[in-house]
């Protein structure tokens, strides 16, 4: 069964680094196709895609955000970690991460043939302000 | 970026209406669609995939069907529990992205 959780800070001030926790069970990114998502929604807005680590380590971003975001693997654990930088208000969420699985992916062109977010963990909200 | 462009933003129903949501996709995605549930103050839940498979535990009065450009969410016979904001997400490029939404609500 697999499982996902947030966690982070619920309150940080403009202009300072947010950094994100998924911790996960039930997969492991040494199988063929696995991939998890950050996604985010600001209150009473649609869902935005954000970040994808896949197996090999390759990583994509979302490009309105690709200058200040990272997404990295803690090998030594199930963990995936999201950081943003030089926060404001707008980036006031609940940030999600989500399981996926596809069964192509072309490192070159970004070509993906993804079977949809199939868990998610629960969420967590990060309000920034001063 | 591939556009997805849903609509409607919102929709009146009764339970027991049939409920058709559409999804634009500004180029080619093939089948690669998937498509989401959101109650209020819940998590997103994966209801579709590749434009018509039912994810495991999902109700069969749900179905999608679409390729290329045009894809739809049908809710057969709206239940009381379906009232909930609707997301499409286009999963055959990267960045992968979602529609805005469509809200179903109770006539």
């Known amino acids: 069964q697999i499982t996902l959780k947030e966690s982070g800070p619920s309150l940080v001030k403009p202009t300072q680094t947010l950094t994100l926790t998924c911790s996960f069970s039930?997969?492991?990114?040494?199988?063929?196709?696995?991939?998890l998502s950050w996604i985010r929604q600001p209150p009473g807005k649609a869902l935005e895609w954000l970040a994808f680590y896949y197996w090999g380590d390759d990583k994509r971003y979302n490009p309105s955000l690709e200058n200040r975001l990272t997404i990295t693997h803690d090998t030594s654990t199930n963990r995936v970690v999201l950081i943003l930088s030089n926060v404001d208000p707008v980036d006031t969420a609940t940030y999600y991460c989500a399981h996926s699985r596809l069964s192509y992916y072309d490192i070159a062109t970004g070509s993906s043939e993804g079977h949809g977010l199939d868990v998610w963990g629960p969420g967590t909200t990060v309000t920034v302000s001063s | 970026d591939i556009q997805m462009a849903q609509s409607p933003s919102s929709v009146s129903a009764s339970v027991g209406d049939r409920v058709t949501i559409t999804c634009r996709a500004s180029q080619d995605i093939s089948t690669w669609v998937a498509w989401y549930q959101q109650r209020p103050g819940k998590v997103p839940k994966l209801l579709i995939y590749e434009a018509s498979n039912l994810h495991s535990g999902v109700p069969p009065r749900f179905s999608g069907s679409g390729s290329g450009t045009d894809f739809t969410l049908t809710i057969s016979r709206l239940q009381p529990e379906d009232f909930a904001t609707y997301y499409c997400?286009?999963?055959?490029?990267?960045?992968?992205?979602f529609g805005q939404g469509t809200r179903v609500e109770i006539k």
């Open positions: 039930g997969f492991s990114f040494s199988t063929t196709g696995v991939g």
């Open positions: 997400q286009q999963a055959d490029t990267f960045p992968w992205t």
